[in-house]
């Protein structure tokens, strides 16, 4: 049961994007020049000797700075972008206008494969983000095996290129806050046209995945990167959810240079080199992403056992289209391995309901401080026409939610190829 909008035009991403003007390739290199002033960087190019359009270009994703060093590497040609809806808030014209090919994060978008077609059929560079957002520990996030489709769909060039610094320069969880971080970009070709058309789906998938291994905690370790800033643990508690001492959720806080659990009380520092440290006791995870990486598979135990739910009320906030959010009151969602997603409200004298089955969201939309709406925790459950940001009246759970519907999906996935 949809949500009643009484009869209001939703957004129609289900459009061809433009040809970016000629113009506009100098304007953004020239903006992006002036953001990135101050800063320290590098764009490397391997492999790319006499490489021209077309192409497709696939980034990881770590902070909006991504978008400014891609202009500068694909500098002179004309790229189009896919950006998720929320891009879009407020600046519809401005988005269209620069070629930006909407979608809705981990929805089945039919119309995004033929965007994707004719950007390339037309000679220009496709971009795409294809971990879908911002990785929350400076490592790989998902993704998804429909990539080597594309690839082999499309028969082009694919170019690579890894952020380096851009994680720890911004954190999602803590990104008004930067920190003097070099900034170093390699964009790499990975496939060449023929290998795109000749390796097998599962050859294409196991390259790329391969290619997009990255870890910004271990590059600041090997460049000797210190992060003197006072603030650098501030919001890390977001993604170390869980204590590693006395297996407490939810309970882990952070301040200045410190992480600390309120529920026993054990603390770590967040050294300048980037690795954590007990002030008493054993130091279980010296390197962050092992700790993130451990409450992953705590995750997994629980579903495998049987034992993973998640019910909570709360506050919901819709973007039907894209010049406002609607504020649709609080609502009950529920996730579990059987169901998936559901979400169920009121609104306008009217009950909904929303329903993401588990093979139908293969990764979650996490903000840790969502700028459009409010300052606080959410997670976007997005269908094919809509997407409810969720503010759950729980304290941070929405990293647990992200491990929880990954590999949800995994298993589902898993039992689909079985058969």
């Not at 650098?232 to 882990?252: D, F, Q, V």
């Not at 008493?280 to 739910?309: A, L, M, N, Q």
């Not at 894209?322 to 998936?340: M, S």
Request: glycine letters at 6%.
């Amino acid at each position: 049961m949809d949500v009643n909008y009484k009869n209001q035009k939703r957004y129609k991403t289900a459009k061809y994007p433009i040809r970016q003007p000629w113009y506009l390739k100098w304007l953004i290199w020239i903006l992006s020049k002036i953001m990135l002033a101050g800063k320290k960087h590098k764009v490397e190019k391997i492999g790319m000797e006499g490489l021209k359009p077309p192409y497709m270009l696939l980034s990881n994703h770590m902070a909006f700075i991504d978008f400014e060093l891609i202009a500068l590497g694909t500098r002179p040609y004309r790229v189009n972008n896919v950006i998720n809806i929320d891009g879009y808030y407020r600046r519809p014209w401005l988005l269209t206008w620069i070629g930006g090919i909407c979608t809705r994060k981990f929805t089945t978008d039919f119309h995004l494969v033929k965007s994707i077609r004719k950007v390339l059929k037309r000679g220009d560079i496709l971009c795409m983000y294809p971990e879908a957002r911002y990785s929350p520990c400076g490592i790989t996030s998902y993704l998804p095996d429909s990539l080597g489709k594309l690839i082999k769909m499309n028969k082009v060039p694919v170019v690579v290129a890894i952020h380096h610094g851009n994680y720890l320069h911004a954190p999602c969880w803590n990104f008004r806050q930067k920190r003097r971080v070099p900034l170093y970009t390699e964009m790499k070709l990975l496939f060449t046209a023929e290998e795109a058309e000749n390796l097998s789906v599962d050859a294409l998938n196991a390259r790329l995945k391969e290619a997009f291994v990255y870890d910004d905690y271990k590059y600041q370790k090997e460049n000797g990167i210190r992060i003197t800033e006072p603030y650098r643990a501030e919001g890390m508690h977001k993604i170390l959810y869980k204590c590693p001492h006395c297996m407490t959720e939810s309970k882990m806080a952070s301040k200045g240079a410190e992480l600390y659990c309120e529920a026993c009380g054990k603390r770590w520092t967040l050294n300048e080199d980037g690795t954590l440290a007990a002030q008493e006791g054993e130091t279980e995870f010296s390197h962050v992403p092992d700790w993130f990486r451990w409450e992953r598979e705590e995750v997994k135990k629980e579903i495998e056992r049987g034992e993973y739910f998640f019910s909570d009320t709360v506050d919901v906030h819709s973007m039907p289209r894209c010049w406002n959010f609607e504020a649709l009151g609080t609502a009950t969602l529920t996730h579990d391995a059987e169901r998936g997603f559901v979400l169920s409200g009121h609104y306008r004298g009217q009950d909904y309901r929303i329903e993401r089955a588990p093979l139908q969201t293969n990764s979650l939309h996490v903000e840790y401080d969502f700028p459009h709406i409010k300052p606080y925790d959410c997670v976007d459950i997005s269908t094919e026409n809509d997407s409810f940001y969720c503010f759950p009246t729980k304290q941070n759970v929405v990293t647990k939610l992200a491990f929880a519907t990954e590999i949800i999906y995994e298993r589902a996935y898993a039992r689909v190829r079985k058969h």
